[in-house]
C-alpha cells in the first residue's frame, strides 16, 4: 500500500465523509494522504481453478464408488416349507428325500424325527443338509414308526415352516391299507384336522379321501395322487368342495385306494 500526497478537502466535505466511513484519505501533521488500494492478485482465481481440478476427480471416484458398493439390508423373508416329503428303509436307518427348494440363498435343511406323530419333534442333523435328501442312522433300535418332517434355512439365519408330517413303519412295513387316526378329533370350526393315512408296501398306488356327512352324502374330496408305502398325513380344512365351512355334525373321512377303503370318524364342533 502507498500513500501520495493529496489536497485536503474542505472541512464540510471532510465531515461528511468521515462519517460515512467512506473517507479515502488521511491527515499527518497537516498533510492529507491518499491511499492507493494494491493492485489485485489476478494468480488467486487461477490457483482456485487448480486446485478444483485436482479435487474433482477424486470426488468423482469417490461417488461413483459409493452409487456401486452394494446397500446391506436385512433380511427377515424365510424361505418355504420344503414339499414331496417321503422315505425308505436303509438298513438300520430311514433314508429321506424331498423336493429341493428354488430359493437362491438357500443354506440347507433341518430334519425333525419323533416317535409319535403328536410329537415332540427333535432335529436330527448336527448341521444344516446342503441337499434335499438325508439318511437318519440315529433311528431308536425297538421303534416301531418314525415320523418326520423338514425344514428350510436361509444364508441370514431364517428358519421356514416345515414341511407336511410323513411316517414310516419300522416293523416290516403295513400290508393293508389304513388310517390310524385323525387330531384334533374333535374339531371346531375354522381348525384343520390332520388325518394319518398308512399306504401298504408295493407299488405306487393313486389315493384319495373322500369326506362324507352323517348322511352319507360327500362334502368334500381330496386328491393324493401318487402315494409311497409308508404313513402320510393328510390335511382337511374343515370345508366342502365349494370352499364353505361345513357345519357341526359326525363325519367320516374314507381313505380310497389300491381297491380298498379304510374311514376314521370325524367330529366337528361348534
Do not use: C
Not at 141 to 150: I, K
Not at 155 to 180: H, I, Q
Not at 199 to 216: M, T, W
Amino acid at each position: 500500500m502507498t500513500m501520495r500526497r493529496h489536497k485536503p478537502p474542505g472541512l464540510a466535505a471532510s465531515l461528511l465523509l468521515r462519517g460515512s466511513g467512506l473517507l479515502p484519505f488521511t491527515t499527518v501533521r497537516g498533510v492529507s494522504y491518499a491511499f492507493r488500494r494494491p493492485a489485485r492478485r489476478r494468480w488467486l482465481p487461477l490457483l482456485v481453478i487448480f486446485a478444483l481440478l485436482l479435487v474433482a476427480p477424486a470426488l468423482a471416484h469417490a461417488q461413483a464408488s459409493s452409487a456401486q458398493s452394494p446397500r446391506w439390508t436385512h433380511d427377515d423373508s424365510p424361505p418355504a416349507a420344503p414339499r414331496g416329503l417321503s422315505g425308505t428303509r436303509e438298513g438300520s436307518g430311514v433314508r429321506l428325500r424331498w423336493t429341493a427348494n428354488s430359493e437362491t440363498d438357500l443354506a440347507g435343511y433341518t430334519v425333525y424325527r419323533a416317535l409319535s406323530p403328536s410329537g415332540p419333534f427333535a432335529a436330527v442333523n448336527p448341521r444344516l443338509a446342503g441337499t434335499d435328501e438325508y439318511l437318519d442312522t440315529t433311528v431308536p433300535a425297538g421303534a416301531g414308526a418314525a415320523w418326520y418332517q423338514v425344514s428350510a434355512s436361509d444364508a441370514s439365519g431364517n428358519e421356514g415352516g416345515r414341511s407336511d408330517l410323513y411316517g414310516l413303519s419300522l416293523e416290516g412295513g403295513a400290508e393293508t391299507w389304513s388310517v390310524e387316526g385323525a387330531f384334533p378329533n374333535p374339531s371346531r370350526a375354522g381348525a384343520a384336522v390332520h388325518v394319518l393315512a398308512v399306504i401298504p408296501n408295493g407299488p405306487p398306488e393313486l389315493a384319495r379321501v373322500d369326506v362324507l356327512d352323517s348322511g352319507g352324502r360327500r362334502v368334500r374330496r381330496i386328491e393324493l395322487g401318487t402315494l409311497a408305502p409308508g404313513h402320510h398325513e393328510v390335511m382337511w380344512d374343515g370345508k366342502n368342495d365349494a370352499g364353505r365351512e361345513v357345519a357341526p355334525g359326525v363325519y367320516r373321512g374314507w381313505l380310497v385306494g389300491g381297491g380298498t377303503r379304510a374311514v376314521v370318524r370325524l367330529l366337528r364342533v361348534p
